[in-house]
């Protein structure tokens, strides 16, 4: 099996040195593997969001190291950072992140504008992709226009634009419904069935039984590890 | 490589149409600041284009004048000159030609008029006689046409100035002239009359010396050095010119150090509004740089941004500032060059568009907008995303 991610000794600290100073994640190790279902779970406050925060590069660990697809990304520049996310991370927001003035395919296809894709063929891979998840009548919608599950398909199709190895979730049942759930579970199992590394941080025991690795949280510290014959390589 | 070049060329043309979307999308933010960017420009461009206009006529005015100014030196400034130099300068080699001129001031009614004693062989070619004719009889004068259409002068009409009432005077012509800011307020009459007006008979304020070609500096210099008593004053036309520019740059300058004062008050009120929806904009560059945008891409578009809006106002303003001049007559701003003209000067202001303070204000502008949001943005972008989208 094929690691994908690995944190060593990760601490997150917010507010460092001040009286309100919070130790978010503290001395967090895993690993993570090639096209697994992976959840993160505990309950508020535990560090999910941070730790997935930090192991997608969208913030920095105060220590420690983030090794993903081999290499230490914690040494890697601004522009490194954006680079990787750019080619191999698409990220699903808790609160989807959609801009609220741009069209459902517009909000898509941004990813694409600094690759230097053309409109039209923006155009084209977001309808593609917006058609794919069931949304071709919605394209030329701005957000508002869209209920809570169709805002959520609208961010899982621009986390996928540019065909990411990894999709990472924010609690992502958490402004849905339950129809729209199971469209999402049926998704990300369908991604994971192509091939993609499926990270979900979550309360929401629905993703139970599709995990297949589970990391336990409490207090910013990893206190359980699901499927633990993943972690030894065969 | 030629694959590289084409792909960076194709991400700045998106991030070009990006950035023009955005402007277009963002429309209470675009048309707050571009109002704000013309209010600020101008009455600059106004103003330099004013003081330009001015300097273009009085420079005219010198060209089309005498080459040599000659003045008695009284106490280190100009007084009056007696006639009987005349001959003497007229004996000069190089001199083509020598006439005496009066120029006084005096109030017609409650504006404050150029009175040019002339011969009238010695008018002045820029002056056109739009009604009448020119003073030939004793007590005959011509008015400028602002004089003229502010009080309904027409020839025929008789007034005295409170400064010599026994003095009858007659308007016989209107003229017009190419530069409106000296002719509009002058009554031109005989030599003869001006002298017996301000009663300074038998003396000019000063003498007009005109030379063959190149002639005009070295005769200065002789008529200066000729050890006259009482000495004399002497200004070339070259002098002259120097004068009129430095006046106007000066004042141009003045004004231009005054108005970079309100410049900068206006800063923080182009930040205030460039940083109009600045929370909506940072979770949108988080949004950005977490989707795989870099911090150079971001501030690239956001420059752009700048940019458009700066070229979309910087032309605005030197519109505003063309309608300003035509149709209110440079109201308020003329009054700052030119003395006594009130709030709506009576005579067209005259004005000149340059290339240079029209690219000055495009250069303001993209200041203005750039210290606007470049820092708040690249502050925004630099940080982790997840930061920025908090």
Known sequence: METIIRTEKVDKVYYRGKPEEVRALHQIDLEIFKNRFVLLRGPSGSGKTTLLNVISTIDRPTEGFIFLFGEDVSKYSDVGLSRLRQKRIGLIFQNFNLLPRLPAWENVSFPLIPLGVMEKERRRRSVEMLTQLRLEKRIDHPPEQMSGGEQQRVAIARALIND????????????????????LLGILMDLKGKGKTIIVSSHDPVFLDYSETMFLLKDGKLIDIENPNDFKCP | ?????????????????????????????????????????????????????????????????????VTSDYFGSNGPIPLDYLDRFRKMEGVVSVFPRIVGRAYFVNRLATIVGILPENLPKSIHLA???????????????GLAQEF?????????????????????????????????????????????????????????????????????????????????RVQDKALVKRYFQRGFN????????????????????LLVISGFGQTERKKEIGVLKATGWQTQEVMEMVAIENLVISLTSAPLAILMSMVWLKWLNGAWIAQFFIAEIGLMAPFPIPSRFLPLPSILAFLFAVILTMVGSLYSTWRTAAVPPAEAMR
């Open chain 2, 1 to 69: 490589m030629k694959g590289n070049q084409t792909g960076d060329m194709s991400r700045h043309l998106n991030l070009l149409f990006t950035a023009t979307a955005n402007i277009l999308r963002n429309k209470v933010r675009t048309i707050l600041l571009i109002l704000c960017l013309m209010a600020v420009l101008f009455p600059w461009i106004t103003a330099i284009s004013i003081s330009e206009g001015i300097k273009f006529q009085s420079l005219l005015s010198v060209e089309e004048g005498a080459d040599i100014y």
């Open chain 2, 250 to 269: 000066y004042k141009a300058g003045v004004f231009t150090a005054l108005y970079t004062v309100a410049f900068a008050l206006a800063i923080p009120a």
């Open chain 2, 152 to 232: 309904g002068l027409q020839p025929g009409v008789r007034f005295s100035l409170s400064i010599n009432p026994s003095k009858l005077l007659k308007v016989m012509g209107i003229f017009d002239a190419d530069a409106t800011i000296w002719s509009s307020n002058l009554i031109l009459m005989a030599f003869d009359d001006a002298g017996e007006f301000f009663k300074m008979k038998g003396k000019a304020t000063d003498i007009l010396v005109y030379t063959r070609p190149g002639y005009g500096s070295v005769l200065a210099k002789e008529i200066q050095e000729a050890g006259w008593d009482p000495p004399l």
């Open chain 2, 131 to 145: 009604r009448g004719r020119t003073f030939l009889e004793k007590g005959e004068v011509m008015v400028g046409k």
């Open chain 1, 164 to 183: 990411p190895d990894i999709v990472m979730a924010d609690e992502p049942t958490s402004n849905i419904d339950a129809k729209s759930i199971k469209t």
